[in-house]
């Protein structure tokens, strides 16, 4: 079965600094990953996703994400935070050739929050 | 315009009511799922269809019930049986099927008070 973990509750970051919001997967095969923004009160907005091809995704609002097989994991990057980057991500993943393969299972959620 | 529609936004039941939660979407895509979201707890699968006349329990169906009988509609229905419905609760829909690569597209929610 597909897992993902959000090994951080909350990340704080000043803004203009780097953030990395971390992600690690279990799937039986080779993985779809997403992530997704959510602002409260909201609907969830799609960031980025790897389906194959090169590690490094780029995705809306300057976000990247970097697939790493050998280390199941899918972290979240940017290179400088913005105060309006402060919100909840969500990390998710999909076995795209299960016989469930249209199942997406999201992670917990890691809160960030930019201080200027 | 295209997207998913959840309604109502908020919702209010009495104890041992029965509710649905209305969802539909215009983007002819196949699978549809119903998320729950707690604090602190992410977002939990309830139920998914990856196609009409289709579901599959997901996480926390216990207490909850679905129908597919058209591809644009997915609704949720919040039975006496589950312990403790208050939560948000979200739609989603997805091309869906293997191999297919899309994401999901979410509706805007929908808040749900027992009282």
């Known amino acids: 079965a597909q897992s993902v973990a959000q090994p951080e509750d909350q990340v704080n970051v000043a803004e203009g600094n780097p953030l990395t919001v971390k992600c690690t997967y279990s799937?039986?095969?080779?993985?779809?990953l997403f992530w997704y923004v959510q602002y409260p009160n909201r609907g969830l907005q799609f960031l980025l996703k790897y389906i194959t091809g090169d590690n490094l995704v780029k995705g809306s609002y300057g976000f990247e994400a970097e697939f790493n097989k050998s280390q199941t994991s899918f972290h979240l990057k940017k290179p400088s935070a913005l105060v309006s980057d402060s919100a909840l991500y969500f990390c998710a993943v999909r076995d795209p050739l299960s016989s469930s393969a249209s199942k997406i299972i999201f992670g917990s959620g890691t809160r960030l929050s930019i201080r200027p | 315009d295209g997207g998913i529609t959840q309604s109502p936004k908020y919702l209010f039941r009495k104890e041992g009511q029965n509710v649905t939660l209305s969802c539909e979407q215009n983007?002819?895509?196949?699978?549809m799922y119903w998320y729950r979201q707690d604090p602190g707890q992410g977002l939990r699968l309830i139920y998914y269809?990856?196609?009409?006349?289709?579901?599959q329990k997901g996480d926390i169906a216990e207490g909850y019930s679905v129908s597919r009988e058209k591809k644009e509609s997915f609704p949720l229905t919040v039975t006496s049986a589950q312990k403790n419905p208050t939560a948000f609760y979200l739609c989603?829909?997805?091309?869906?099927?293997?191999?297919?690569?899309?994401?999901?597209?979410f509706g805007q929610g929908t808040r749900l008070t027992v009282v």
């Open positions: 983007l002819n895509h196949d699978a």
């Open positions: 799937v039986s095969g080779n993985p779809y």
């Open positions: 269809s990856q196609i009409v006349n289709d579901f």
């Open positions: 989603a829909s997805s091309i869906g099927g293997q191999g297919k690569t899309t994401e999901a597209f």
